[in-house]
């Protein structure tokens, strides 16, 4: 058994005997209302440029692009074999 949500939605426990907490409305508010926002189309969001940087080193490429659904990621897939 890797664990269970308890009826409050605040803790879950695991069988190793790790206990996780998950975030409450509150918490998840404060997180979203913090958090350093940008236009993603002119490059200019910090949290998906740094995930983007993240990949593209994960990967050892030079560049990568986040795509939000699979569908976007085939058709870019698709555009970037074509010659256009």
Do not use: W
């Amino acid at each position: 058994m890797l664990g269970r949500v308890n009826p409050t939605n605040m803790v879950v426990g695991t069988s190793g005997g790790v206990t996780l907490s998950q975030d409450n409305y509150a918490m998840r508010c404060r997180t979203m209302a913090s958090a350093p926002v940008g236009d993603d189309v002119y490059f200019d969001d910090p949290s998906v440029n740094a995930l983007q940087d993240y990949a593209a080193d994960l990967l050892g490429k030079e560049a990568a692009l986040f795509m939000t659904s699979g569908t976007q990621s085939i058709l870019g897939d698709a555009a970037a074999q074509c010659q256009l």
